[in-house]
C-alpha cells in the first residue's frame, strides 16, 4: 500500500512537473518569436521613415527649384530650362547568374533602389534626422511600439556620431538599450542607430495575460496535486482505522458472546440450572453481556443513521443536576475500578434546551471515556455554570491525558489513541465522535483541556 501511493505521488509529481516546464518552456518560446517580430517591424518602420524623409526631401528639391527660375516657353508652349537637368537616378541591378545582373530577392531590389535615391538626392539636400525622428516615432506609434528610444545619425567609416537624438543620454543610461542598426547608403559608410529601452521587457508586459493565465493554471495544478495527496492520504488513514475498527469490535463483540455462552453451557452442561444461586448468578452475567452487546449495536445504528442525516433531535427542558446523578448512580454501580464522583452545580435548577437521550449519552460517553483512559482508580468532576448567556458543563478527570498533537484528531470517527489491535483499552473509536455528532447537531462547541500524564477535560459550551 505504501509503494503504491508512493509511486502515484511520484506519477502525479511528474506530470505536473512536465506540464510547468511546457508552459514555460512555451511562454519562452512565444516571447522569443514576438520579439523576433518586432525586430522585423522595427526595422521596416526605420525603411519606411527614411523613404518618407527622401520622399519629403525630394518635395522640398523641387520646391527650391520653382523658386530659383522660371523656364523660358518653347515655341509649342513647354516650360524649358536648358541651363538645369534633373540628376538621373541610376539604380544597378548586380548578380552573378548566367552573366546577367539581377538581385536575388525583391528586397534586396527595394534596399538597392533606396540606396539610389540616397546617392541622388543626397547630393542635393543632406538628411533631415529630425524629420526621420519624427516619421519614425509615428511609424512606431502605429505598430504599438511606445517605448523610450534615442536615435543617432552614425558616419560609420570615421566611426563618428554626427547627430544624436535626444542628446542628453547618459552613458548609464545607454547600457539599458537594445541598438538596431538601418546602414542607407551604397557602401554602408551611414546609418541610423535606433536605440530602444527594454525592449524584451516591452513585450513581457504585452504577455502579462497570458503570464497569469499560465501562472493561475500552474497553481491550481499544483494545489490540485496538494488536494488529490490529502484525499490519497486521508483515505489511507480511513482504511487503516477501519481496519483498526474491524480488529477491535471483533474483539468487543466476541467477548460478551463468549460470556453468554460460557454462562449457558454452564446451566446446560454442568448442572448449575439447578442450583437457583448459581443460575441468577449467570443470567445476572448473560444479561450485563448482552447489554454491552445491545449498546454497541446501538452507537452503530446511531452512527449510521447519522450518516444518512435522519438524526433527529427532540429538545425539552433538562435538568442538569439530574442527568448529573443518574450517571453517578449508573457508573458507581457498574465500573470495573474504583471512581469517585464531584458533582458541583452552580445551582439546582440550571437546566438547558437539548434532546434529554442524545444528552445523556454524550454525558455517559465522556465519563466512559475518562474511567477507560485513566489509572487504577479515576477522580472525575462533573460541574456546570453559566457565564452570561453561555451554560458551560464540563466533565474533568485526573487520568493519563490525550498528547497535544492527537487532540484535534479524538473526535473522527473509528479514531482511537490506541495504535493497531492492542486492547489493553476497550473501545471501537465511535464514543467521541458520537459526542461531537451530537454537540454539533444541537448547535453546541466542545473543546478539550488535556495535559499528557495530568487528566482531560470535556466543555460543552451552549449558547
Not at 523576433?36 to 523613404?51: G, R, V, Y
Not at 437539548?354 to 468532576?381: M, P, W
Not at 489493553?424 to 466542545?446: F, P, S
Request: charged letters at 20%; aromatic letters at 10%.
Amino acid at each position: 500500500m505504501r509503494f503504491r501511493f508512493r509511486l502515484i505521488a511520484f506519477i502525479i509529481l511528474a506530470l505536473l512537473v512536465l506540464v510547468c516546464g511546457y508552459q514555460v518552456y512555451w511562454l519562452l518560446n512565444f516571447h522569443n518569436e514576438q520579439y523576433h517580430k518586432m525586430e522585423l517591424a522595427i526595422m521596416n518602420s526605420m525603411s519606411n521613415a527614411d523613404f518618407k524623409e527622401i520622399a519629403l526631401r525630394i518635395t522640398d528639391v523641387h520646391k527650391l527649384l520653382e523658386l530659383d527660375s522660371i523656364p523660358p516657353q518653347n515655341q509649342n508652349g513647354v516650360m524649358t530650362n536648358p541651363s538645369y537637368k534633373m540628376p538621373d537616378v541610376v539604380v544597378r541591378i548586380e548578380s552573378k547568374k548566367n552573366g546577367v545582373n539581377i538581385w536575388s530577392n525583391a528586397e534586396q531590389m527595394n534596399i538597392s533602389v533606396q540606396q539610389g535615391f540616397h546617392r541622388t538626392i543626397d547630393s542635393l539636400k543632406e538628411v533631415n534626422v529630425v524629420r526621420f525622428d519624427s516619421i519614425l516615432h509615428a511609424e512606431l506609434s502605429l505598430l504599438d511600439i511606445n517605448i523610450p528610444y534615442y536615435l543617432e545619425y552614425v558616419d560609420i567609416v570615421n566611426d563618428s556620431v554626427l547627430m544624436r537624438l535626444p542628446d542628453s543620454i547618459s552613458t548609464t543610461e545607454r547600457l539599458k538599450y537594445e541598438e538596431y542598426i538601418f546602414p542607407f547608403t551604397e557602401n554602408n559608410t551611414q546609418a541610423y542607430h535606433l536605440y530602444l529601452k527594454q525592449p524584451k521587457w516591452h513585450i513581457f508586459k504585452s504577455m502579462t495575460g497570458l503570464v497569469c493565465v499560465s501562472a493561475l493554471m500552474i497553481v491550481l495544478l499544483i494545489i490540485s496535486y496538494i488536494y488529490l495527496l490529502k484525499i490519497i492520504l486521508r483515505q489511507k488513514t480511513i482504511d487503516e482505522i477501519k481496519s483498526d475498527f474491524i480488529n477491535n469490535m471483533t474483539h468487543e463483540l466476541k467477548t460478551p458472546i463468549s460470556v453468554t455462552y460460557a454462562a449457558v453451557d454452564a446451566m446446560q452442561n454442568f448442572g448449575m440450572g439447578d442450583e437457583p444461586e448459581k443460575r441468577n448468578k449467570y443470567l445476572t452475567v448473560s444479561k450485563e453481556q448482552l447489554t454491552y452487546l445491545n449498546s454497541l449495536v446501538e452507537q452503530i445504528l446511531t452512527m449510521s443513521v447519522e450518516e444518512r442525516k435522519n438524526l433527529k433531535i427532540t429538545p425539552e427542558k433538562i435538568y442538569i443536576s439530574a442527568i448529573f446523578e443518574k450517571q453517578k448512580s449508573q457508573f458507581l454501580l457498574n465500573s470495573a475500578k474504583p471512581v469517585t464522583f464531584t458533582i458541583d452545580i452552580e445551582s439546582e435548577g440550571l437546566a438547558i434546551e437539548g434532546d434529554r437521550l442524545h444528552f445523556g449519552n454524550v454525558i455517559s460517553n465522556l465519563i466512559e471515556n475518562a474511567i477507560k483512559y485513566s489509572g487504577e482508580s479515576v477522580d472525575i468532576k462533573l460541574s456546570a455554570y453559566r457565564k452570561g448567556d453561555t451554560t458551560i458543563i464540563s466533565v474533568c478527570d485526573n487520568g493519563i491525558g490525550i498528547p497535544q498533537n492527537l487532540q484535534d484528531k479524538i473526535f473522527d470517527k473509528f479514531y482511537r489513541v490506541s495504535k493497531g489491535n492492542i486492547h489493553d483499552v476497550k473501545g471501537y473509536g465511535l464514543g467521541l465522535y458520537y459526542v461531537k455528532t451530537i454537540i454539533d447537531k444541537h448547535n453546541w462547541k466542545i473543546e478539550i483541556e488535556s495535559t499528557e500524564g495530568q487528566g482531560s477535560c470535556f466543555n460543552i459550551i451552549i449558547i
